[in-house]
C-alpha cells in the first residue's frame, strides 16, 4: 500500500517543524479515508537528501521552495515566503496553517484564533523575532517553543534513542495541543457572543453579571474593548460559590482597571464579612484581583462596594 510521504529535515528540530507536519497529518486524517493520525499509511521521512525531497508528498521546512499546489512548504529561501498581517515572516508551520487550517478547524474564524494564538508565536520563535520585553534578566517565559525543545534531548543512557523518534513523540504532544485548542476556540467564540449581549443588556455597565461560568479569555477578551466594565460577576466553576473579579487594562498585563480596596486583602472568612459587612464572604486574593462569596447576592455586593470605594 502506497504510503503518503511527508519530508522534513533531520537533525535537531523545532516546534515549526513539528506543528507543521503535525497540521498535515490532521488534514489527512480528516480528508483521506481511513488515514488516521498514526495508521502506517502517512510516513514521515526526516532528511536532507535532495533525492528523496524531490519524492516527498509533501515538504515541510527544508527544499527550498514554497509552492502550496506542489506541496511544498518552505520558508528559509532568499526573500522568504510572504508574512503575517502582522508583520511576522512566516515559517513552515504559518504556511502549512494558511492552506490546510481552516479545512481542519472547518472554521474561518476558529482557523484565525489558532493563528493568533499558536500559528505566529511559534513562526516567530522559528525566525527570531522577539515577541516581549523581558521584566527580569534572568527570568523568561516558558513558550511552547521550549516544550517541545526538550524532545531534541537524548540522555547518555538512552543513545539508541533517536531523535526521529522523539520527534514522532512531539508530533503527538502537537497533535493534542492543536486539537484541544481548536476546541476551545470554538467554546471561546460562542462564549464572547454570550458576554457582548450581556454586556449590551446590562444597566450598570461597570459591573458585568455572568450566568455561566464563562472562561477568563472570553469575557476578557470582550469587555476589555468596553471603557466602562470594572467587575465581572460569574459562577465559582466546580462550587455552588461566586466570584468577583477586576477587568484588566489590557490584554498584555495583569494591571486592572480598578483594584479591590486594601483592607479586603489576603482576608477570608468571618474577616472578610466583617471588613466588607457582607455576610458569606469565603476569600479576597491578597493581589485584589478576586474574591469569592456564596452567594450571587453576596459578590454583586462586593462589586458595588469596590465601585464606590475611593
Not at 514522532?168 to 476551545?184: G, H, R
Request: aromatic share 10%; proline share 3%.
Amino acid at each position: 500500500m502506497t504510503k503518503t510521504k511527508i519530508i522534513t529535515h533531520n537533525g535537531g528540530f523545532h516546534a515549526d517543524d513539528v506543528f507543521a507536519v503535525t497540521t498535515i497529518k490532521l488534514w489527512l486524517e480528516k480528508n483521506s479515508k481511513g488515514n488516521g493520525f498514526d495508521k502506517p499509511k502517512t510516513e514521515v521521512i526526516r532528511t536532507r537528501d535532495m533525492e528523496i525531497i524531490s519524492k516527498g508528498d509533501f515538504v515541510v521546512d527544508i527544499g527550498g521552495k514554497y509552492n502550496p499546489a506542489k506541496k511544498l512548504f518552505d520558508h528559509h529561501q532568499m526573500g522568504g515566503a510572504g508574512k503575517h498581517k502582522s508583520g511576522i515572516s512566516y515559517a513552515a508551520f504559518g504556511l502549512v496553517w494558511k492552506e490546510y487550517g481552516q479545512d481542519i478547524c472547518g472554521s474561518k474564524e476558529v482557523a484565525e484564533v489558532i493563528n493568533q494564538r499558536i500559528v505566529q508565536p511559534i513562526d516567530a520563535v522559528d525566525n527570531g523575532v522577539d515577541l516581549c520585553k523581558l521584566i527580569y534578566s534572568d527570568v523568561q517565559p516558558y513558550s511552547i517553543s521550549d516544550l517541545i525543545g526538550i524532545y531534541n534531548f537524548v540522555p547518555e543512557e538512552k543513545k539508541g534513542e533517536t531523535l526521529d523518534a522523539n520527534f514522532l513523540e512531539a508530533t503527538l504532544l502537537a497533535k493534542s495541543i492543536l486539537e484541544k485548542e481548536i476546541e476551545t476556540a470554538k467554546v471561546e467564540i460562542s462564549e464572547k457572543e454570550y458576554v457582548r449581549e450581556v454586556y449590551q443588556q446590562s444597566g450598570d455597565k461597570k459591573i458585568i453579571v455572568l450566568n455561566k461560568n464563562i472562561s477568563d479569555n472570553s469575557w476578557g477578551e470582550v469587555l476589555i474593548g468596553y471603557d466602562e466594565p470594572l467587575y465581572v460577576i460569574k459562577p465559582d466553576g466546580g462550587s455552588k460559590n461566586w466570584k468577583v473579579k477586576t477587568v484588566r487594562k489590557n490584554s498584555f498585563s495583569f494591571e486592572n482597571r480598578k483594584d479591590f480596596p486594601e483592607n479586603w486583602a489576603g482576608k477570608t472568612g468571618d474577616d472578610l464579612s466583617e471588613a466588607t459587612g457582607v455576610q458569606g464572604c469565603i476569600f479576597c486574593h491578597s493581589h485584589r484581583f478576586i474574591a469569592v462569596a456564596k452567594t450571587k447576592e453576596g459578590v454583586i455586593e462586593l462589586a458595588r462596594l469596590a465601585v464606590e470605594n475611593n
